[in-house]
C-alpha cells in the first residue's frame, strides 16, 4: 500500500491578495449526471468538475448502461441509460420482463463519495439489473440503511451488510413507485437520491421526511431545481413532502457553477490573515449552500462585494468571535471552524451532529487536531466551541476527508510549521486545491 503523501503548507507572511477560479460545483455536476442518466435524449455539461467523486460518479452511470464522451474542452456528452421500457413496468403490467432482458449483474464502485452510494442505487433500482455496490473501506461505517429500507418498501429486492456497504440492489420486473417514508436527519442525500430517480418509475415517488431535522437543506433544493430544469414534474405540497411525478427528465444542456464551498478556503485566507481574496463567476442565483459564506464572512467581522465580475472577501484587522447555526451548511464547518479558532473570544458552531456520519466524524476530527494545535475545543453532540488561538506545529490529520486538508491549510496561514498529512485526499472533490492554494499564498 502507498505511504500518503505529507505537504508543508504556507504560511501567509503578509495579507493574502488572490484572484481564485475555482472548478464546477461537485453537487452539481453529480446531480447532472444522474439526471443526463435518466434522460429520454442527449445531454450536454459543461465545466464539470474533475475530481474522485465526479469520476466515481461518471464510471457509475456508465455501469448502469449510460455513455459518456469527453470533448476536448472537458465538457460531457451523455447518452442516457437505454431503460427497459418508456412506459408501464412489469411491476405495473403484470408481464414478465422481455425474454432477451440482460440479468448479468452489474457492479458500481462508490469509493468514499456519499453522492454516488446515496444518488446510484434508486436509479439502478429502475435498470431491472442486478446491482452490486462496493466502496472504499473507509466507506463502510457510512450510513446507507435509510435509502435501502426505502427501496425495500418500494418492493426492491436489497440484500446488504446490515445497512451498509456492500449491498446489492434488484428489482427485475422494474418499480412500481408511489408513497415512501423516511427519516432522512443524517443526511439529506437520502432525499436527494430518491428524488432524482423517483420520475422513472411507474407512479412517480411521494416522500416524506419524518425526522425532526433535516440537515443540508439547499442541496434538496438543488435537487429539485435541476429536475425541474429538465422538466420533471416535481413539487412540495408541504415542508417534508415531496411529490414526482412519472416520466423520464429531457437532455440537458447546462453549465456547472463554481464550487463555492471549495472556494470557501480560499475566502477564509482573506479573513484570517487580513487580505483579500476574489472569486470570478460567482452566481447571482444559486442553490449551493456554499453561498452561505457570505454570511459567514460577515459574521467573522469581514467585508463582501459581489458584482458581475466575482465575490470579492476582505478581511478585517481583528476576527470577530461568531455563534452559528451550520445544520444547513455542514460542509461549510471545517473552513468555518479553521477560521473561528483564530478568532477573539469564544465561538460557537451548532446544528452539526450529523457531519459525525460523513467522510469522518467531523466534529472529533476537528476537536482533536484543533486541540493538538494549541487551541481550546470543547465537543458537544451537535456543537463545537472553540476558544484560543492555535499556536503550535504539528501533523495535522485529514482523516481520508477533503475539508480537513482544507481547514488544515487556513490553520498553517497563521500556524508555521504545520504539515498535513495525505493531502492528496482533497482530490476527492478539488485536485487542484494544493497548486491553487500555494499560488494564492504566495509560498
Not at 472504499?136 to 446488504?160: C, F, K, N, Q
Not at 464547518?333 to 469564544?346: D, E, I, L, Q, Y
Amino acid at each position: 500500500m502507498a505511504t500518503p503523501s505529507r505537504w508543508q503548507a504556507p504560511t501567509a507572511t503578509t495579507p493574502v491578495h488572490a484572484t481564485v477560479i475555482v472548478p464546477g460545483s461537485k453537487s452539481l455536476t453529480n446531480r447532472y449526471l444522474v439526471t443526463a442518466a435518466a434522460a429520454d435524449s442527449p445531454s450536454v455539461i459543461r465545466n464539470p468538475l474533475v475530481s474522485r467523486d465526479a469520476t466515481l460518479m461518471i464510471d457509475a452511470v456508465r455501469s448502469l448502461g449510460a455513455v459518456i464522451d469527453t470533448r476536448e474542452n472537458g465538457d460531457l456528452e451523455v447518452t442516457p441509460i437505454p431503460l427497459p421500457t418508456d412506459g408501464a413496468s412489469a411491476a405495473a403490467t403484470g408481464d414478465e420482463p422481455p425474454a432477451d432482458q440482460a440479468r448479468t449483474p452489474l457492479t458500481v464502485d462508490c469509493g468514499l463519495a456519499g453522492t454516488v452510494m446515496r444518488f446510484a442505487p434508486p436509479l439502478a433500482a429502475a435498470t431491472r439489473r442486478p446491482v452490486q455496490f462496493d466502496g472504499d473501506v473507509t466507506a463502510y461505517t457510512r450510513p446507507m440503511s435509510t435509502i435501502l429500507d426505502a427501496l425495500t418498501s418500494l418492493g426492491v429486492d436489497v440484500e446488504s451488510a446490515d445497512g451498509y456497504l456492500p449491498f446489492r440492489v434488484d428489482a427485475p420486473q422494474g418499480v412500481r413507485g408511489g408513497h415512501v417514508s423516511i427519516d432522512a436527519s443524517a443526511s439529506s442525500q437520502f432525499v436527494s437520491g430518491l428524488l432524482l430517480s423517483g420520475c422513472l418509475y411507474d407512479l412517480g415517488l411521494e416522500v416524506t421526511h419524518t425526522g425532526d431535522a433535516l440537515p443540508s437543506r439547499p442541496h434538496i433544493d438543488m435537487t429539485v431545481e435541476v429536475l425541474a430544469d429538465a422538466g420533471v414534474l416535481i413539487e412540495e405540497p408541504e415542508p417534508g413532502r415531496w411529490v414526482v411525478q412519472p416520466g423520464r427528465p429531457r437532455g440537458l444542456d447546462v453549465v456547472v457553477e463554481p464550487d463555492l464551498s471549495n472556494a470557501a478556503p480560499f475566502l477564509a485566507a482573506a479573513l484570517v490573515t487580513g487580505g483579500t481574496v476574489t472569486v470570478p463567476h460567482w452566481p447571482a442565483h444559486t442553490t449551493q449552500g456554499g453561498d452561505e459564506f457570505r454570511r459567514i464572512a460577515e459574521a467573522f467581522g469581514g467585508s463582501v462585494e459581489w458584482t458581475r465580475s466575482g465575490l470579492t472577501v476582505t478581511g478585517p484587522q481583528e476576527l470577530s468571535a461568531v455563534d452559528l447555526d451550520l445544520s444547513d451548511v455542514g460542509e461549510l464547518t471545517p473552513v468555518t471552524a479553521a477560521v473561528a479558532a483564530f478568532a477573539n473570544g469564544t465561538s460557537t458552531l451548532r446544528g452539526i451532529g450529523h457531519l459525525r456520519g460523513h467522510e469522518t466524524d467531523r466534529l472529533t476530527a476537528l476537536t482533536a487536531e484543533l486541540t493538538q494545535a494549541g487551541a481550546v475545543v470543547e465537543e458537544g453532540a451537535d456543537s463545537l466551541t472553540i476558544r484560543s488561538a492555535p499556536h503550535a506545529p504539528t501533523v495535522w490529520g485529514t482523516y481520508h476527508d477533503h475539508r480537513m486538508v482544507m481547514a488544515g491549510a487556513i490553520i498553517a496561514l497563521r500556524v508555521p510549521g504545520v504539515v498535513l498529512d495525505d493531502p492528496d485526499t482533497v482530490a476527492k472533490t478539488m485536485p487542484t486545491f494544493v497548486d491553487l492554494w500555494t499560488e494564492a499564498v504566495g509560498a
